[in-house]
Antibody
Framework: QVQLVESGGGLVKPGGSLRLSCAAS????????MSWIRQTPGKGLEWLSY????????YYADSVKGRFTISRDNAKNSLFLQMNTLRVDDTAVYYC???????????????WGQGTMVTVSS | SSELTQDPAVSVALGQTVRITCQGD??????ASWYQQKPGQAPILVFY???NRPSGVPDRFSGSSSGDTASLTITGAQAEDEADYHC???????????FGGGTRLTVL
């Protein structure tokens, strides 16, 4: 079935780095723009970044621009988020998500992973 | 503004109708999408576009929009509808998704 599975979360000190992965299955991953979205504990959702099918189009939220890098490997049906210079306020559950329309990353997201927790603390 | 504003909490009596709203300038130009999220779970899309409900979502969930406000209406709320509801749309440029702060729905 259609599935997204995130991994790579954990505990990291402020200023540290972490790389998240998202494994996709059950759909033509290479046809879809993909996004990373996070949710701070007890709070709302925040879109972070999306990447086009061929890496040519990438957008970031201002809160992570210059610190986070999104990438993908279509051959391995995988999406990544390299997070550098992490701050305490980056503590959140990180989700990868698929848009309902393959080439419309600004629209609705119909498939979400289960999320991976990132805790930034000294 | 690229912000979407939602009421933090709303309550409804069992079986009654409740409207959850999402306000922002971008809603004037772009449709909103709505997600239901229960504790410890990922969000689930329940309504999107002009009039679209994903397969498996009960028809008591409906969406609408007027001016700068999008609404999710639950007609005949059930106990299992108690959850957080998030809206999303696009920023003014249309290039970036944006989410509201979420509304916690309590079914009394």
């Amino acid at each position: 079935q259609v599935q997204l599975v995130e991994s790579g979360g954990g505990l990291v000190k402020p200023g540290g780095s972490l790389r998240l992965s998202c494994a996709a299955s059950g759909f033509p991953f290479s046809d879809y723009y993909m996004s990373w979205i996070r949710q701070t504990p007890g709070k709302g959702l925040e879109w972070l970044s999306y990447i086009s099918t061929s890496d040519l189009i990438i957008y970031y939220a201002d809160s992570v621009k210059g610190r986070f890098t999104i990438s993908r490997d279509n051959a391995k049906n995988s999406l990544f988020l390299q997070m550098n210079t992490l701050r305490v306020d980056d503590t959140a559950v990180y989700y990868c998500a698929r848009p309902i329309a393959p080439a419309d990353p600004g629209g609705a997201f119909d498939v979400w992973g289960q999320g991976t927790m990132v805790t930034v603390s000294s | 503004s690229s912000e979407l504003t939602q009421d933090p909490a709303v309550s409804v009596a069992l079986g009654q109708t409740v409207r959850i709203t999402c306000q922002g300038d971008s809603v004037r130009n772009y449709f909103a999408s709505w997600y239901q999220q229960k504790p410890g779970q990922a969000p689930i899309l329940v309504f999107y576009g002009k009039n679209n409900r994903p397969s498996g979502v009960p028809d008591r969930f409906s969406g609408s929009s007027s001016g700068d406000t999008a609404s999710l209406t639950i007609t005949g709320a059930q106990a299992e509808d108690e959850a957080d509801y998030h809206c999303n749309s696009r920023d003014i440029s249309g290039n970036r998704p944006v989410f509201g702060g979420g509304t916690r729905l309590t079914v009394l």
